[in-house]
């Protein structure tokens, strides 16, 4: 389909697969992405029911997905190919089995645990979670977390910069290839317990603000500045 294909089941469906210009589905059953391309927009909405992703490709564009239930990964490759991600589900991928995406923003409502690898970098724009395993393949940016359990970032190359992190009674755990960098004027972690390996943290002139109880530290030679 050149332009816009709008589809409404009243169950669940198998997308084998579909190349449109946009998507917009909704479904009341279980669904399956095996394979969709699209030039535009996609959204899914699933009233019931878990969805399975094989690969959406919306190179560029906003992908935006619904779901009562799980989001779960449908293959071995990348699942999720735009500019932008939004995902409201009630949990996302395992930790065996993380949903594989390259995306540049991402935005998360989610109820309970999130596992998630982008192959590049990432600005994580919003998300409030029951808990997130997240690693990434370049520089990441954590403007504003909520997480109700533990929450986990790996960065393979490059800086994390943290906006505000808000774990309280959980704990964090930032494991970064380079620096650990304040991302605002405000607390940037609040957990009960904070582990951090990186090359550095901080810097003199902005050090990396927090307000935990228990601290642990492997870092590199550039040293750690926090508060």
């Known amino acids: ?12 469906l198998t997308l084998t697969v579909a190349t449109v210009g946009s998507l917009s589905l ?11 391309s699209s030039d535009a927009a996609v959204s899914v ?20 997905l619904s779901v009562a239930g799980a989001v779960l990964d449908g293959d071995a490759g990348v699942d999720i190919t735009s500019e932008a991600l939004s995902i409201t589900a009630g949990s996302i991928a395992a930790a ?20 998630l690898s982008e192959s590049n970098s990432l600005t994580l724009t919003s998300a409030t979670v029951g808990g ?11 403007p504003s977390i909520t997480a109700q359990g533990s929450l986990s970032v790996t ?13 309280t009674g959980q704990n964090v755990s930032l494991s970064v290839a380079g620096r650990v960098v304040d991302g ?24 990396l603000d927090t307000q935990v109880e ?12 926090i508060s």
């Open 1 to 12: 389909v050149s332009g816009a294909a709008g589809l409404s089941d009243a169950s669940g």
């Open 26 to 36: 909704t479904a009341a059953g279980s669904t399956v992405l095996q394979s969709l």
């Open 45 to 64: 909405v699933l009233s019931a029911g878990d969805l399975t992703v094989g690969s959406v490709l919306a190179t560029g564009q906003a992908v935006s």
């Open 96 to 115: 065996s089995d993380a949903l594989d995406t390259d995306v540049a923003r991402l935005t998360l409502s989610v109820t309970g645990e999130s596992h």
């Open 132 to 142: 997130l395993n997240l690693s990434t393949g370049g520089a990441a940016e954590l």
């Open 155 to 167: 960065v393979a190359s490059g800086d994390l910069a943290v906006g505000r992190i808000t774990a």
């Open 184 to 207: 605002d004027d405000a607390v940037d972690i609040t957990a009960q317990s904070l582990n951090i390996t990186a090359s550095a943290v901080g810097s003199a002139t902005d050090a």
């Open 214 to 225: 228990a601290l642990s530290l492997i870092l590199g030679a550039g040293g750690a500045y």
